[in-house]
């Protein structure tokens, strides 16, 4: 069994799991298989087998809940047990039938590991009214499992009826009455393989929380309401980001008027920046045939992660997953001399992978996805300096957008898989170090990854976590010395040799996509100024001051403020809803009063400010905001 800590918290998460496994027999099937029990960071899970008839749903969660409770307040008593290798295979064979336990225990002991069972237990003069409508089939398996033990350990068990035996050698709580009954609930049910092997039996997992007490538990459940709200798979469509159809089909979004103004100033916004740096925009198609991926190696190496071919006359296709080929051979297209180096070639790509259906997530894991993608060919002497660039530009973004909370990887091959990586130890062995060089020169805090390395070489990826499920990358900068050699890429150096440029892959947002969806999350959707979609809502209060409404708004608009009057019949108060609803960052109110002095009154959607302004001062700081991209 695996390493554990001995807190008291973790006892307790762990003797739940077994009251979970009790509850489960009492009120839902009594002979259920049972396997695997840990304790997690919020709790703990077992993963069940219920017989056809008897599979639990969500429906059944709650008399489960209510009988753990129940458990939990009966004061049970645990006894740990020690038996020998031959006794271990009576009572898991014998007295419980669990086939997985026993599949277990077969390895623990291949492993040198002695076994214990730990036993739930009441006082048997209270078990008729303990166990009063409880299955009767329960209560006889358990009888037969109490007189066993009770002859077999008559100190131990004499007076006591077991009520839930278990293989186990955690530590656990001594009584039940050490577990606050308020401070655990069941959060769901889910699927898991046997072993997490999908060619293995597909079992039951119940979740449940815990944590030492009520206070503690009802703060986790704020913080997971409080993720879920963030969660911008809720928040897209209230604000019509975009959209996904089957007929358009899984993991393919459609970006809605909203989701496509964003994604145009993200666009913007990094093209200003890219392009300052020396960038080469180009355009190229989003398909290439089978043998330009061949020649670039993710025929062998990244075609699990390709659409199938498809054939046009005599070529065979494949939409790309990845446009590095594509950029070589802009790249081959020249000649290019030593003094031509860096060549920076740069373009917002789309691309197509074939993600697994169970990990496509809205916009953070599609299948079509737009990268803001650039190939830099540099000399060996200019990896340094442009890599610096790069990671100096990533930490650039990230402040312009005010985001804290990422995390930087160094990701490196795993030597021993020759399979997924192109193979040339000498060639790894310079990257990575290189990097590593090249990060500690920097400063920058990382960790390191074994296996995440894209085939071709090591890289640097920017981790985050959303709001729901595990970290992703959104940045990634990574070196290359295996492409530019498949595609024979060449420049003339300074003696007038011929040599191979050394190639730097790196996506700053990653792909619109994946940033986009962090961006929701982390801004819960109170966007800066400069990138909502609807900047300035104008709301006359009445009738008559819509001719002035309509002014302020071509006022705004020859300024490209995206902007809208209100004409609705609804009332005013109706109106602010409506546009707070919208998170607009400003909403103009107009009437009589603003007429008359060519003003405005504002109210601001993030600090809930309201002030009067006159439509000039409002349309000067207006465009300031915007154009300095203020957060
Ligand atoms: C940077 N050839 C390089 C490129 O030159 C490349 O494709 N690298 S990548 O495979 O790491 O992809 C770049 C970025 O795309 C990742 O860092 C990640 O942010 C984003 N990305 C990858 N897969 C998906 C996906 N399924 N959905 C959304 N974004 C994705
Ligand atoms: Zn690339």
Redesign the pocket.
């Known amino acids: 069994m695996s390493n554990h800590e001995d807190t008291p918290l973790f006892r307790q998460r762990h003797t739940l799991a077994h009251v979970l496994a009790e509850a489960v027999q009492r009120v839902q099937q009594w002979d259920v298989e049972v396997a695997i029990w840990p304790a997690i960071d919020n709790g703990l899970y077992y993963d069940f087998l219920f017989s056809e008839e008897k599979q639990i749903w969500e429906d059944d969660l709650k008399k489960v809940q209510d009988q753990m409770v129940k458990i939990v307040k009966e004061n049970q008593e645990l006894i740990r047990i020690d038996v020998s290798a031959e006794d271990s295979d009576y009572f898991v064979n014998q007295l419980m039938k669990q086939k997985y336990k026993d599949e277990m225990r077969r390895e623990f002991l291949a492993d040198g590991e002695s076994i214990s069972f730990y036993v739930n237990t009441i006082a048997e003069a209270a078990k008729d009214r303990v166990l009063e409508w409880i299955d009767e089939n329960y209560i006889k398996y358990y009888g037969g499992i109490t007189k066993y033990l009770q002859e077999k350990f008559p100190d131990k068990f004499a007076g006591k009826f077991a009520t839930f035996l278990d293989m186990c050698e955690w530590p656990h709580v001594e009584n039940t009455k050490e577990i606050d009954p308020k401070a655990f609930q069941i959060d769901k049910l889910a699927w898991a393989y046997w072993r997490g092997n999908s060619n293995n039996v597909m079992m039951t997992r119940i979740y449940v929380w815990a944590f030492e007490d009520k206070e503690h538990l009802k703060a986790y459940a704020e913080e997971v309401e409080e993720a879920k709200r963030r969660d911008h798979r809720k928040l897209w469509k209230d604000l019509s980001i975009f959209m996904s159809h089957d007929l358009v089909g899984k993991?393919m979004p459609l970006w809605l008027p909203n989701g496509a103004v964003i994604r145009k100033q993200l666009e913007n916004y990094i093209y200003e920046k890219e392009r300052n740096m020396g960038y080469m925009h180009v355009y190229t198609p989003c398909v290439g045939t089978v043998d330009l991926y061949k020649t670039s190696g993710h025929w062998d190496h990244y075609q699990e992660n390709m659409f199938p071919s498809m054939k046009v006359d005599e070529e065979e296709f494949v939409l790309r997953?990845?446009?590095?080929p594509h950029h070589m051979l802009i790249y081959a297209n020249d000649l290019r001399s030593y003094r031509d180096l860096p060549i920076r070639i740069w373009e917002f790509a789309t691309?197509f992978?074939y993600?697994a259906s169970g990990v496509v997530k809205w916009?953070?894991?599609?299948?079509c996805?737009c990268?803001n993608?650039?190939?830099l060919f540099v000399r060996p002497d200019q990896i340094w300096e442009e890599f610096k660039k790069v990671v100096t530009l990533i930490l650039d973004v990230y402040k312009d957008f005010g985001l804290t909370n990422y995390k930087f990887r160094l990701s490196l091959r795993d030597p021993a898989d020759k399979e997924k990586y192109f193979d040339d130890d000498q060639m790894w062995n310079e990257a990575e170090n290189k990097l590593r060089e090249v990060l500690n020169e920097f400063g920058c805090p990382y960790t390191e990854a074994i296996w995440e390395a894209?085939f071709y070489g090591p890289?640097l990826?920017v981790e985050v976590k959303p709001a729901v499920g595990p970290e992703?990358?959104?940045?990634?900068c990574?070196l290359d010395f295996l492409l530019p050699r498949r595609f024979k890429l060449e420049y003339t150096d300074k003696d007038g040799e011929k040599k191979t440029p050394v190639v730097i892959?790196?996506?700053i947002?990653?792909?619109f996509?994946?940033?986009t969806a962090f961006l929701l999350e982390e801004t819960k959707w109170v966007f800066p100024f400069w990138l909502a979609p609807e900047q300035v809502k104008i709301l006359p209060v009445a009738d008559p001051f819509i001719d002035y409404a309509n002014k302020v708004c071509e006022d705004l608009r020859k300024e490209n403020i995206r902007v809208s009057v209100d004409t609705s019949a609804d009332s005013l108060n109706k109106k602010i809803r409506n546009a707070e609803l919208m998170k607009v960052p400003y909403i103009l109110i107009v009437g009589e009063k603003e007429v008359n002095s060519n003003g405005v009154s504002v109210r601001v959607f993030k600090t809930k400010e309201q002030y009067e302004q006159s439509e000039t001062e409002f349309i000067k700081a207006a465009v300031e905001k915007r154009d300095t991209r203020a957060l």
């Open positions: 993991g997953p990845m446009n590095c691309d992978r993600e916009l953070e894991r599609v299948r996805m990268q993608d650039a190939h894209a890289k990826d992703v990358t959104l940045s990634t990574q892959h790196r996506a947002f990653g792909t996509d994946r940033f």
